[in-house]
Structures are given as structure tokens and as C-alpha cells.
């Protein structure tokens, strides 16, 4: 059962994880803004009340109560979300007189005095003013003032407004990269990925990763991954090999991430008898792993992890022989050898049915008995840990596009969302994530996650769809072609529809998550925790 210590340090780390994420982001906004010459009226970290802020060169800095990430309020955004922007429209010259007799009246220039002084002035007259009044001085405020203010983001040229744009892509990227020096420094300069299609890493070697599926002596370590083994961090395939050669009937010092968390014992993997799925005696041999009920195999007390070695007096080395004597021996009694799930050898007699071609023979799912986890691989930059951090952060950029092409082209050829609603997650699957890793006291793969996720973030955020900064990168080469900007009612529209179809896709996204990970009924038992039931 889920502990409230357990869920209340993930969810901390969580939005650490996310905060850091998103702030990062926003500096990245903030400094180009600032270097541009933009007037940045504030600089938020978190949403929501205000718990402590300051005033400084013109821009107010605040720590808000919502720790999730932050914000940039240039000039020119009529909110935090900078959805809506003031744009110079037509109001009454009556207006604009009564605005400048009340500027000069407070010995104000608008063409000389700094902007956080005019905001003040009319922050002020809201209280002194009637309301008839104040709406005169406030549209010469929105209509005139802000809009051909030289701070605001829409007066910058349009190489001026790319850069702020970009910089909050730049400053993820920039994330990742350190964050994955820290990863590489504390792990060996190598890391697990899950595979993906048929991946090319730029300055890595790669090799699949060893896994203890079954250890008969003690179960609770069946199911490990090798991370360590005799001193070879993050050991490759090719050293895991030889050092199971050497040491046959012999202890290997072994560093091993269990269902429980990661483990440093030394074990006999490769030896007389049967000790591990490594053992020379198992390679290669045929896995169960699946039994239907009511079928032969179950029938015959077969079970999964079940290893076979023998069948019809023919030593089975492949796949391809086992399934050939099942389809030779139908209707008769043949007799079998295997190992159980406890290392123990078994010879029984099993009776194949009389069925026809393309139907089921033995009632199970059936594999090679492997060393290595196929779907996992060990990326190593031993050779370029210098260029590690850069090297590992392009790696997993290419990574994220080829893996969703990937995904989208599977979707195509079964015809079926499944694979991309499955490949995709929302921040419910980075907590979930984070949840399992604080289990195991994963903390090291938490650097990991979130360099990747700082990966994923840059990516989504530089697609050209509107809203994100892809988006506005878009509105500015369609500026630059057409000699004009878009008209702000174009803009709001264009937002508008993305914003509704954004969040239905990740209402979806985030509803798929909630089930797939059922947290619902996790949930709902911590409660049932906490009150006794």
C-alpha cells in the first residue's frame, strides 16, 4: 500500500522537478527580454498570491504560492499568460489632452520618464479619479501609451523578439546538458534508455543490459538488472560475457536494481547445477512465458519460468526446433525436460492434442531464454565523457523525434491510436515516475528524469503551434514574408481554437495516465489507510 510519507516526498519532488523545469524556461525569456531592451514588469517564480516580492530596475521579482515553475510579464501582455496583448487602436483626442494634463500636472514625461513611473501614476488616479475620468487617462494607457512604448515586445525588430522566444528553449537545453554531466559523473558515464525503433546514438556504444530473470536461490532477486559487476560500472554485454566466463562456479561481486531498490551482492551466476537464467546449461534454451488455462502446459503442470531442455529425446536449442516436433508429435504422449522456477530439473510426459495447422498445440507463450533485456538498452560515453553532457543531450533530442515517429508510424500500419496514446505521457506519468524511483530510493534516475524531461519540454515547446514558442517563432516568419504582422484579432482566434483542442488532448492524455497507473484506487486505499478502514 502507498504510504502518505512515500506519496508526500514524491509529490514535493514532483514539483521540484516541474518547478525547476518551467522556471528555467522562463529565465531563459526574462534575460533575452532584459538584454533586448523589453521592459519586464514582472518576474514570478510560481502562480497564484503573492508571498514575498521587490521592486528592482524596473521589474517586480515575486515568490508566489503555487511553486509550479513561473512566469514573464513583459510589456505589452495584458496578463501573466501574455494570451492577450495591448495593441494601439483609436480613442478620442479628448482623452489623450486629459491624459497629458494630468502627466504634466505630476511632472510626468511620457517620452522620458521610466515606465514603472507612469504604471505607478496610474495605478494611483484609479483611487483618485472618478470612474468617468480614470477610464479616459486609462485609455490613453492601453490604446496609446503601451503600445508604442519602445520597451514593448511588439516594437522590438524581429530578430530581437526570435531570441526571446527561443531563449526559453535554449535555457532547457542548456538544463539538460548540465543536469546530465551530474548524471554521468555519478554513474560511470552510462545510462539505461528503453528502446525505441532501431536508434543511432552520436558518440556513445551501446550494448543490450543483463537481467537476473530468475536466481533459484533466492526468488526476491529474480527480475534484477545488472547495473555493476566486478568493478565495471554500467557493464556492457561484451564484459558481462567474459567476466560469466571466468568466473564459473565462483562469486561475482554484483551491484543489481531489484524489484526492492539497488542491492550489492556477490552470487555464483554460471556454474554446476542450475543457478540463474545466466547459467551456459539455460542459454538459449526455451522460456515459458505465458500458460493458457485449461491448456496442455497447464494440463502437464507447466508454469511460467519454466525452461525447456528437452522434448521428444531432442535437446531444444532454438525456438524453431520445439516448435517443429510440437507440430510432429500432435496426438501422441511425448516426454519433457525442464528446470522450474526453482531451479529444480523435472522429466514428464506430456499428452499434445490431435489439432489442426494454426491451432494452439502446447496452450503457451513461448521465448528464448535470454541473457539481456532486447528492449533495453546501455548507452556509454567512456570514450567522450569530456562531450558527454552535450553528446547525451542531442543523442536524446533525436531520440524524441524518431522515437514519436516511431510511435505515429505504428499508428499508421496497425491503424490505431494505441501506440502514440501509449508512448505519450502527461505530468500524471512523470509523477507516476517519480513515485516508483522514491520507492526504490532511485534517486540518481531522478537526474536522469529530469534531464529528459527538459529534453521533451524544449522539443514540444519549439513545434510550430500556436501558443507554444514553435508557435509565435511561426507568427514571426509569416511577419517577416508578409512585411506585417498578423492582425492581434487573427492572433487571438488562431489561440484560441489551439488552447480548446490543447486541453481536450490533455484532458485525454492526463485521463489515460490516471487509469494506466490506477491511481484512483491507490488513492483511494491511502485514504482507507489513513482512517482504519
Known amino acids: 500500500m502507498e504510504s502518505i510519507l512515500s506519496i508526500g516526498v514524491s509529490g514535493a519532488i514532483f514539483i521540484l522537478i516541474i518547478g525547476l523545469l518551467v522556471l528555467i524556461h522562463e529565465f531563459g525569456h526574462f534575460v533575452a527580454a532584459k538584454r533586448a531592451g523589453i521592459v519586464v514588469q514582472e518576474f514570478a517564480i510560481g502562480f497564484g498570491p503573492s508571498l514575498f516580492s521587490f521592486f528592482r530596475n524596473g521589474t517586480v521579482y515575486s515568490i508566489k504560492l503555487l511553486p509550479l515553475g ?19 487602436s483609436k480613442y478620442s483626442d479628448a482623452d489623450k489632452q486629459f491624459a497629458q494634463k494630468l502627466l504634466k500636472k505630476a511632472k510626468l514625461d511620457p517620452s522620458k520618464s521610466e515606465f514603472h513611473e507612469i504604471e505607478l ?31 514593448n515586445y511588439d516594437k522590438k525588430t524581429l530578430i530581437q523578439r526570435a531570441s526571446v522566444i527561443v531563449a526559453g528553449v535554449v535555457m532547457n537545453i542548456i538544463l539538460a546538458i548540465v543536469l546530465f554531466y551530474v548524471l554521468f559523473a555519478i554513474n560511470g558515464f552510462s545510462v539505461d534508455l528503453v528502446r525505441l525503433g532501431n536508434p543511432s546514438f552520436v558518440g556513445a556504444k551501446t550494448s543490450t543490459v543483463p537481467i ?18 566486478e568493478g565495471f560500472r554500467n557493464v556492457s554485454t561484451e564484459d558481462f560475457a567474459r567476466i560469466l566466463d571466468e568466473k564459473v562456479n565462483e562469486q561475482i561481486n554484483l551491484r543489481l536494481f531489484t524489484p526492492q531498490g539497488y542491492k550489492e551482492v556477490s552470487l555464483v551466476l554460471n556454474g554446476d547445477g542450475y543457478r540463474s537464467n545466466f547459467d551456459a546449461d539455460l542459454v538459449n534454451r526455451v522460456r515459458i512465458v505465458g500458460v493458457s488455462e485449461e491448456g496442455t502446459a497447464a494440463n502437464a503442470g507447466l508454469d511460467n519460468g519454466d525452461i525447456i531442455l528437452n522434448f521428444a529425446d531432442q535437446e531444444i536449442t532454438s525456438l524453431d526446433d520445439l516448435l517443429m516436433l510440437l507440430r510432429e508429435n500432435r496426438g501422441t504422449a511425448v516426454d519433457m525436460v525442464y528446470v522450474d522456477s526453482q531451479g529444480n530439473k523435472k522429466d514428464i510426459s506430456v499428452d499434445l492434442p490431435a489439432v489442426e ?14 541473457r539481456y533485456l532486447e528492449n533495453l538498452l546501455r548507452i556509454s560515453y567512456q570514450e567522450n565523457q569530456l562531450f558527454s553532457g552535450f553528446l547525451h543531450t542531442y543523442n536524446m533530442t533525436a ?38 524511483l522514491v520507492k526504490v530510493q532511485d534517486f540518481t534516475s531522478l537526474i536522469n528524469l529530469t534531464g529528459l524531461v527538459s ?11 500556436p501558443l507554444f514558442d514553435g508557435g509565435n517563432l511561426l507568427f514571426l516568419v509569416i511577419e517577416g514574408i508578409r512585411k506585417r504582422p498578423l492582425s492581434a484579432k487573427t492572433q487571438e482566434r488562431v489561440g484560441s481554437v489551439t488552447f480548446v483542442l490543447l486541453i481536450v488532448f490533455m484532458i485525454l492524455i492526463m485521463a489515460k495516465d490516471l487509469f494506466q497507473f490506477d491511481w484512483p484506487s491507490r488513492i483511494l486505499n ?8
Open 212 to 229: 537476473l530473470y530468475d536466481y533459484y536461490a533466492d526468488n526476491s532477486l529474480s527480475g534484477s538488472i545488472v547495473i555493476d559487476a
Open 455 to 465: 529534453v521533451a519540454l524544449a522539443f514540444a515547446n519549439i513545434l510550430p503551434i
Open 121 to 151: 501614476f496610474v495605478a494611483k488616479q484609479q483611487e483618485a479619479l472618478d470612474k468617468e475620468e480614470f477610464e479616459k487617462l486609462y485609455n490613453w494607457y492601453t490604446k496609446d501609451f503601451i503600445p508604442n512604448h519602445p520597451g
Open 526 to 533: 491511502l485514504f482507507r489507510g489513513m482512517i482504519g478502514l
Open 399 to 436: 531520440y524524441t523525434v524518431t522515437g514519436l515517429g516511431t510511435l505515429v508510424s505504428q499508428s499508421f500500419q496497425e491503424q490505431s491510436l494505441a501506440p502514440v496514446s501509449e508512448g505519450v505521457s502527461s505530468i500524471i506519468g512523470v509523477a507516476n515516475i517519480v513515485n516508483e
Open 70 to 88: 513561473g512566469y514573464v510579464k513583459m510589456l505589452g501582455d495584458q496578463d501573466a499568460s501574455s494570451f492577450t496583448r495591448f495593441s494601439a
Open 357 to 370: 495447422d494454426g491451432k494452439p498445440i502446447l496452450g503457451a507463450t513461448l521465448s528464448l531464454n535470454s
